[in-house]
C-alpha cells in the first residue's frame, strides 16, 4: 500500500478501485499503478496534481448502484476533484502554468479532456481552499443553504457535523444572513471550536449530552431550517423539532454511508405534515454555473474576516486510502484534502 | 355500544372518548351520552346534524402528543365535521333552516359558536357531497395534488390508496390536468374501480403484485408527483423511482396510524438527493380561505362529468366506532360518512 523509496513524485502513480467495498473501505478497496500517462490528444490537457480533495460522495461513487454519477468502475482511477497546474497544453482554453481545478482523479499526474477544467486565481486564495472552500465543500454549503433551505434573517438554523467542512461554512453563512445558528457536532473540542472559531451561537455534543434537550434548550422558537449531513437518529430528532414551514435540507448522510444493512429511515417523517415542512435533496453538481458567483461572494466574506475555512491536510498520495476512513470516523477536523 | 330501542333521533346523543386506544380503537374507546346541549348564547348556533365525516386524521387526534390541532379530552365528545341544518341561531350570518358545514362533533345536536361554520348549497350537489368531494377529502386531494405536487400536463402522478376518497380525486384531477396517472390499491375490484371508474392509466395490485415492478412497467419516464396516503413500504418503494426534481406529497400515512411502535421511516429518503427530490406535508385547513374557489372549481367538473365522487355512507350515530375501523382495515370504498 505505500510507496517504495525508489518512486520518486516524478513518477505518475494512480490510485484505482480495486475491489467494491462492503462497508468501510480497506487496504484491498485499493491498488497502486504507476503507468505512464497516454498521449495527448487535441483538446487534452496534462496537468500536475497537487492537492486532492476527500469527500464523503466518494463512499457512494464505490457501490454499484443507481445514482447522480455513475459508479467508479473496477481498475479505473478512483474519481476525485483536485487542483495543480497545468504541464502541457492541446486546449485553447489553458497554458502550460495555469492553476487549474477540475476532476483529476487520485493521480499525480491527469492527462485527458480540459473539459470541467476551470482556471483558478492562487492569488485570491492558495490552492486548497478551492477544493474547500471555493471547491465542493462550500459550494454545498453555499448552495444546499440558500438555494434548498432558504433561510430568512431572524430564523434558527440547526446544522449537523458542525465543525465539518460543509457545517462550519453553513453556520457561517446563516450567521452572516442574521440568523440564529445551532450546531450539533461529536465531543467537547469540536463544539468549543463550533461556537468560538466559527461563532455559532451554541452547539450541542451529541456524544456527551441529549441532542433532544440542547434542541429543546437552544431553539425556543423550533427549527426553521435544518441541514442534515449525517442522518440517522440525529435526523429523527431534528425532525421532532421543527418550526411551521421548516426546510430539512438533506445534504447527506455520514451516519449510514457504510451501513451494510438497509440504512433506517427518519421514522419521524410524518413531523414534515404536522409542521407543514418539506425535506429536499440536492447535487451540488446542478449549481455549477453559479459556482464564480459564489466564489466572489465568499472571497469578500473571506477577506471581511467573517468566513473561516478549516482545512485537514493529510501529506501523500498513498495516504488516500487512510484518508477517505478518516471521514467516517470523524477524525479530520474540517476539509480534508490529500497533499499529492 | 348500541342506542336501545327507546332512544330516538329527538333524544341528543354524544359519542365521546373515553380511554386513549393503543393501536387500534374498540368499545372501550368510546362512551354515548344522552345530555342535553347548552342553552344558546351570543353568536351561537343550534345544528341538526344530518351526516359526519370519518377521517383517518381522527385516529391521530386520540393519541395525547403534539399535533397541528390539539388531542380530543378525555370525555369530549369526539372531533369531526358533519352537516345539517340550523334549527335555532344567534348568530346573524345564519338563520333557521340554513344547511352549513362545521366541526359539529360525533353527536346528533351542535350547539356552540358559529365561528368556523359556513353555509352550504343543497342544490350544488346533496349534503353528504359537502363532507366527501367538497369536504375535507376534496379539499385534501385538491390541495395537496395542486399546491404541494405541482404537477404538470405530460408528468407522471402516482396515487397510493387510489381508490380511497383521496386517492380517487386526486387521480381524477391528474388526468384533468393531462397527466400521465398511476394509482396503487389493494385487491383487483379497486384496482378495476381505479381504472375502470375513476380513469387512471394503471392501478398496481399492491396485495397481488410486486409494486416495484409495477412502477417499472407503468412508469417509464419514472414519478414526477408521488400522492403518498399511506406510508410505510410503499412509500419506501416509490421513492426509488422518483424522476429528477419529484415531489412526493405527504398527505397520511394510513399504514402506521395504528402502530404501537415506532412507525418505520422510509429508509430509501436518500434518493430525495439522487433526485433532488422533495418531501412535503401539509394540512388542508391552512387553504380554508380557499376552499369556496376550489368547490366552485369541482363543481364545474362535476357538472362535466370529468369528476366523481365515491361516498361510503353508514346508518346510524351508534355504527361510528365501528366506521373509523373501517378506515384502517380497507373495507370502506370511497369517502366513509356515517349518516345520523
Not at 134 to 146: N, Q
Not at 175 to 194: H, M, N, Q, T
Not at 233 to 254: E, S
Request: glycine share 10%; hydrophobic share 40%; aromatic share 8%.
Amino acid at each position: 500500500m505505500t510507496l517504495s523509496k525508489t518512486q520518486t513524485q516524478t513518477t505518475p502513480t494512480q490510485i484505482r478501485l480495486n475491489a467494491r467495498p462492503k462497508g468501510m473501505t480497506n487496504a484491498s478497496t485499493w491498488h497502486i499503478t504507476q503507468d505512464a500517462p497516454p498521449a495527448l490528444e487535441d483538446g487534452d490537457l496534462r496537468v500536475s496534481v497537487e492537492y486532492i480533495s476527500v469527500d464523503p460522495a466518494m463512499r457512494g461513487w464505490l457501490d454499484d448502484v443507481r445514482s447522480y454519477l455513475p459508479p467508479v468502475a473496477l481498475g479505473e482511477v478512483m474519481r476525485a476533484s483536485g487542483v495543480g497546474h497545468v504541464l502541457e497544453s492541446r486546449s485553447a482554453a489553458f497554458a502550460a502554468g495555469d492553476a487549474v481545478f477540475g476532476m483529476t482523479g487520485v493521480q499525480s499526474e491527469y492527462v485527458g479532456p480540459a473539459k470541467g477544467f476551470f482556471k483558478i486565481d492562487p492569488r485570491l486564495a492558495p490552492l486548497p481552499t478551492y477544493l474547500g472552500g471555493f471547491g465542493s465543500t462550500g459550494m454545498t454549503a453555499y448552495f444546499g443553504l440558500l438555494e434548498v433551505g432558504q433561510p430568512k434573517a431572524g430564523e434558527t438554523v440547526v446544522v449537523s457535523a458542525a465543525a465539518g467542512a460543509v457545517g462550519s461554512v453553513v453556520g457561517q453563512i446563516a450567521k452572516i444572513l442574521g440568523c440564529r445558528v445551532v450546531g450539533i457536532a461529536g465531543g467537547a473540542d469540536k463544539c468549543r471550536a463550533v461556537v468560538d472559531e466559527f461563532g455559532f451561537d451554541a452547539c450541542i455534543d451529541y456524544q456527551n449530552e441529549s441532542v433532544a434537550e440542547g434542541l429543546k434548550k437552544h431553539c425556543p422558537d423550533r427549527i426553521d431550517v435544518y441541514f442534515d449531513n449525517v442522518g440517522g437518529k440525529i435526523l429523527d430528532t431534528c425532525l421532532t423539532r421543527l418550526a411551521l414551514r421548516a426546510r430539512v435540507v438533506i445534504c447527506g448522510a455520514i451516519s449510514q454511508y457504510n451501513a451494510t444493512e438497509r440504512p433506517a429511515g427518519p421514522s419521524n417523517y410524518l413531523q414534515l405534515l404536522v409542521s407543514r415542512a418539506r425535506m429536499e435533496g440536492f447535487v451540488v453538481l446542478d449549481y455549477a454555473k453559479q459556482f464564480p458567483v459564489a466564489i466572489a461572494q465568499m472571497a469578500g466574506w473571506l477577506t471581511d474576516g467573517k468566513l473561516k475555512f478549516s482545512e485537514h491536510v493529510v501529506d501523500g498520495l498513498d495516504r488516500f486510502p487512510e484518508a477517505i476512513n478518516m471521514l467516517f470516523s470523524g477524525r479530520n477536523t474540517g476539509k480534508l484534502i490529500v497533499k499529492v
